[in-house]
């Protein structure tokens, strides 16, 4: 897998959790993902996918500002700043954030295996 691969799947997991498509996600995340979000909060895959399935998540809007993607043989790690905004648990939400996400080689098979949001100043 090459950086341009990379920025692929970035942006297919965009378009996925805009359309809070879970088929896609499943796809895209692994089986054992570790999502550590802006609150310190851990998430599991099942986690993530039922926030998308029952509606406890939607965003409905996620713009790149930034990315670096650096890939390491069998695993890449990639920096995006986004602004994003939508309801969390009915509730708005809107601003930016910075994601670090691995994305490794599973069976060959690229995915998610690790995550960390943090809030990003303006």
């Not at 897998?1 to 959790?17: F, H, N, Q, S, Y």
């Not at 809070?20 to 895209?28: F, T, Y």
């Not at 602004?83 to 509730?91: K, N, Q």
């Amino acid at each position: 897998m090459d950086e341009a691969g990379i920025r692929e799947l970035e942006e297919r997991l965009k378009k996925a959790m805009v359309a809070s498509d879970v088929d896609a996600l499943d796809a895209l995340l692994a089986d054992d993902l570790s999502f550590v979000d802006a609150t310190g909060k851990v998430w599991t895959k099942a986690d993530d996918l039922n926030g998308h399935r029952y509606g406890m998540q939607r965003i409905e809007k996620l713009d790149v500002e930034d990315q670096s993607v650096r890939v390491y043989g069998g695993f890449a790690v990639v920096v995006t700043r986004v602004a994003i905004s939508g309801t969390f648990a009915g509730a708005p939400f809107a601003g930016s954030l910075r994601y670090t996400r691995t994305w490794g080689e599973i069976g060959g098979t690229w995915r998610v295996v690790a995550a960390q949001c943090g809030l990003a100043p303006f």
